[in-house]
């Protein structure tokens, strides 16, 4: 079993849709997780951070994180063309582990 | 502006011949790590270092090297034992506590020619 698990996709949604990310991993012990947006050709960028049972809200980006299923995810309110991406969960395992990213695309 | 710079941005290397990834940063980060990404694929540590003239192995280290001379720096080295290099390099860094993630730099894209 992989440390971290994302659906590869892609994930297709319309323009103005909301865009659900998934995301399991398989340490019970893992206390932070954190969600990166990957443009093509681009280095990761930090978007979402989270380390609490629940949903944290930030603008159109929404992390939910439930530990005793040990599933994170990552909704996007009216995504945008420039949504378009690939999004990677990581945990933090003594070290961040990422998976291998969730590709998103919005039409228009 | 505090960041991560690497470089070069692009990078060729001949059959047999090593090169060195730079990987340099002002954020007074005590961390750095070294991933690399295939094409479709999550990122896969290299090396990482939480402290000078320390580092340690990460899951696929086999036919590379670092160094942490300095805080600032963790140069990675990809020698002629690495059979596959073609790939994206990656640095980046954190407080040792790693709580608010890390932060990359732009990445080197390495071709073997």
């Known amino acids: 079993q992989k440390e971290v698990e994302q659906n590869s996709g892609p994930l297709s949604v319309p323009e103005g849709a909301i865009a659900s990310l998934n995301c399991t991993y398989s340490?019970?012990?893992?206390?932070?997780f954190f969600w990166y947006r990957q443009y093509s050709g681009k280095s990761p960028e930090l978007i979402m951070f989270?380390?609490?049972?629940g949903d944290k809200e930030d603008g159109r980006f929404t992390a939910q994180l439930n530990k005793a299923s040990q599933y994170v995810s990552l909704l996007i309110r009216d995504s945008q063309p420039s949504d378009s991406a690939t999004y990677l969960c990581?945990?933090?395992?003594?070290?961040?582990?990422f998976g291998a990213g969730t590709i998103l695309r919005v039409k228009s | 502006d505090g960041g991560i710079t690497q470089s070069p941005k692009y990078l060729f290397r001949k059959e047999g011949q090593n090169v060195t990834l730079s990987c340099e940063q002002n954020?007074?980060?005590?961390?750095m790590y070294w991933y690399r990404q295939d094409p479709g694929q999550g990122l896969r540590l290299i090396y990482y270092?939480?402290?000078?003239?320390?580092?340690q192995k990460g899951d696929i280290a086999e036919g590379y090297s670092v160094s942490r001379e300095k805080k600032e720096s963790f140069p990675l080295t990809v020698t002629s034992a690495q059979k596959n290099p073609t790939a994206f390099y990656l640095c980046?860094?954190?407080?040792?506590?790693?709580?608010?993630?890390?932060?990359f730099g732009s990445g080197t894209r390495l071709t073997v020619v």
């Open positions: 954020l007074n980060h005590d961390a």
């Open positions: 270092s939480q402290i000078v003239n320390d580092f």
């Open positions: 340490d019970r012990g893992s206390q932070s």
């Open positions: 990581a945990v933090i395992l003594n070290k961040l582990v």
């Open positions: 980046a860094s954190s407080i040792l506590r790693q709580q608010y993630g890390y932060t």
């Open positions: 989270i380390y609490s049972n």
